[in-house]
């Protein structure tokens, strides 16, 4: 199993901006992708950023130019920054990891518990 962990949620302003956090755990495991997706009350879960373990991006259309996902592979995190960021319904950011076990063919999708992030008007 792959524990992911994320950190960094809080209360911002609009306008403003907020570094989120995801650590992945677990034994003898590779992550190809990892992401952050977030959902709004009454919303469907949206795809914000990812990245390739070869550092390949790819952004939701409505955060590019103001979002900037990275990671750290060494240390198995990934991390969301967020700039010029909107009053939103109040969304729930959560990490993904595609990640394979020791032994097993095929990788899996794994999901931390999510990090609210609100930004207030």
């Known amino acids: 199993q792959v524990q992911l962990v994320e950190s960094g949620g809080g209360l911002v302003q609009a306008g403003g901006s907020l570094r989120l956090s995801c650590a992945a755990s677990?034994?003898?495991?590779?992550?190809?992708?990892m992401g952050w997706y977030r959902q709004a009350p009454g919303k469907l879960r949206e795809l914000v950023a990812a990245i390739t373990s070869g550092g390949s991006r790819n952004y939701g259309d409505s955060v590019k130019g103001r979002f900037t996902i990275s990671r750290d592979n060494a240390l198995n995190m990934v991390f969301l920054q967020m700039t010029s960021l909107k009053p939103k319904n109040t969304p729930v950011y959560s990490c993904?990891?595609?990640?394979?076990?020791?032994?097993?063919?095929?990788?899996?999708?794994?999901w931390g518990n999510g990090t609210l992030v609100t930004v207030s008007s």
């Open positions: 677990g034994r003898d495991f590779s992550i190809n992708t």
């Open positions: 993904n990891a595609d990640a394979q076990l020791a032994g097993i063919p095929r990788g899996m999708d794994y």
